[in-house]
């Protein structure tokens, strides 16, 4: 009897892994393009689908009439889809270039809407303002009722780096040890106007912002309030809501004042792209467990998001080996462009495992 026990306890715990190995997760992220041909998306979906993976977050530039036109190939192939949309970071948007003072301001004055930190693309709106948020949420709504997608994907759902990631310093010439005015957002005058309603001071008087944690929490509420708001949306029109994050909250809410632990939302794919740190593949692990141990009060999954580009299949093999052992519900990859015939075999060889 003992030895039945014993064995029937074993053949539990195989199943209970099985189980769990079964429902580790696959997504890639891609780029739509409107002029290529449905059938070379349906050969691209069939290739993710026969090597293993199980979901695709689609950049359709917020269209809902492309993304309307991708979705049923990719279902047909056995793929769910996640609609890919850049929220707070919208370059480009039609719309919003018609309302210059919807875009956020530096500390030194100056807007995104024709001063933009970094890089060209980087077109900030101002998650405060009622007209830019109320935009951005209209964009979220329209991608939510696209019939047959999983969630709304929410990407730079944040503010511009503060810091960037130490290993891309050096493209940009740059050293970040404090916060430096031309890279701190969002100082325009209804931030400053709803911050002084709330707390009867001035950020700009403060001769270091960056130790005000009034001003710095402010800013964190504007973005959660923003996906939560984003979430009642998603939530009315039976979806569910994703986002691309930060690797872990206290690093999110340092780099990007980003603190995704605090959000309503289902699924986060904190993008732990271990090279933009200068740091091994290990440290995929670490910054898998530390959010996974950051949402355990939450209803929320974490699906590790890997850089490929740079990597080989030995080693994306040991980033999915990492996400799986620190908790992750799933892995994510940087992006469909990215694979080679021998990182699709080493992904399919993973979810097969």
Not at 14 to 31: G, L, N, P, V
Not at 60 to 82: F, I
Not at 347 to 353: D, G, L, N, T
Request: charged residues 30%; negative net charge.
């Amino acid at each position: 009897m003992q030895k039945a026990k014993a064995n029937t306890a074993e053949a539990n715990e195989e199943t209970a892994e099985t189980t769990e190995d079964s429902d580790f997760k696959y997504w890639t992220w891609i780029t739509a393009d409107a002029s290529r041909t449905d059938e070379s998306y349906t050969e691209e979906f069939k290739k993710y689908k026969e090597n293993g993976l199980d979901a695709v977050l689609i950049n359709t530039d917020t269209d809902p009439e492309l993304l309307s036109r991708l979705t049923p190939l990719a279902k047909a192939e056995g793929l769910e889809v996640h609609a890919w949309i850049m929220a707070v970071n919208r370059p480009g948007d039609e719309v919003a270039l018609q309302h210059p003072d919807w875009y956020q301001v530096s500390r030194n004055g100056e807007s995104c809407f024709d001063h933009r930190p970094y890089v060209d693309y980087y077109q900030w709106l101002c998650p405060t303002r009622e007209e830019s948020r109320n935009h951005i949420l209209s964009l979220v709504e329209g991608l939510a009722k696209v019939e047959d997608v999983e969630t709304v994907h929410l990407d730079y759902i944040r503010f511009p780096d503060i810091f960037l990631p130490i290993g891309l310093l050096p493209k940009y010439d740059l050293e970040q040890t404090t916060e430096m005015p031309e890279y701190d957002f969002c100082y325009c005058d209804v931030c400053i106007a709803k911050f002084k309603e709330m707390h009867h001071k001035d950020p700009r008087d403060t001769d270091d912002p960056q130790i005000d944690m009034e001003w710095k929490q402010f800013r964190l509420n504007r973005i959660r309030d923003l996906v939560n708001d984003a979430y009642k949306i998603v939530h009315e029109n039976n979806k569910e809501l994703s986002a691309a994050v930060f690797p872990y909250p206290e690093m999110a809410d340092h780099m990007v004042r980003q603190r995704w632990d605090k959000w309503d939302i289902d699924y986060v794919l904190p993008m732990i792209y271990n090279n933009f740190y200068n740091e091994e593949i290990d440290w995929i692990g670490f910054a898998t467990k530390q959010g996974v141990q950051d949402l355990e009060a939450k209803n929320t999954e974490l699906h590790t998001g890997i850089y490929i580009p740079e990597m080989t299949p030995e080693e994306l093999t040991e980033a999915i080996n990492q996400a799986k052992a620190n908790g992750a519900k799933g892995v994510s990859f940087f992006d469909g462009g990215a694979f080679t015939p021998e990182k699709l075999a080493a992904v399919k060889a993973a979810s097969e495992e």
